[in-house]
């Protein structure tokens, strides 16, 4: 397992992007599949996308054709960019390892969606 960091949250009104970013703090070359989730205020935490090491991808519904989900193993890093937002994509959105490379979870980065 790595140590993950989530950056590049913030807010943005309706319609609007942001791109995402995890961090890890070594290789994630050996991961197979890595991970978005997020979490909205008195929800559970939910699962957004995936990417698995070969760059094949898979979006919640709620989601689909708006997030994209990529991962640089060479940066050891895993992107996800958020386009047409929406209000109820409001939340603290986390990366992780899915299986047995899955390690603690970061502080999150804060996402909130204005109307």
């Known amino acids: 397992q790595v140590q993950l960091v ?18 890890a703090s ?5 991961i197979v599949v890595m991970a978005w989730f997020r979490q909205a205020p008195g929800k559970q935490r939910e699962l957004v996308a995936i990417v698995r090491s ?11 054709g708006r997030f994209t989900i990529s991962r640089d193993n060479a940066k050891n890093t895993v992107s996800l960019q958020m386009d047409s ?4 994509d409001t939340g603290v959105y986390y990366c992780n390892a899915v299986g047995p490379g ?10 909130t969606v204005s109307s």
């Open 6 to 23: 989530e950056s590049g949250g913030g807010l943005v009104q309706a319609g609007g992007s942001l791109r995402l970013a995890c961090a």
């Open 85 to 88: 937002l929406k209000p109820e």
């Open 26 to 30: 070594g290789s994630i070359s050996r």
């Open 54 to 64: 070969g760059g094949g991808t898979n979006y919640a519904d709620s989601v689909k």
């Open 102 to 111: 899955m390690g603690p979870w970061g502080q999150g980065t804060q996402v």
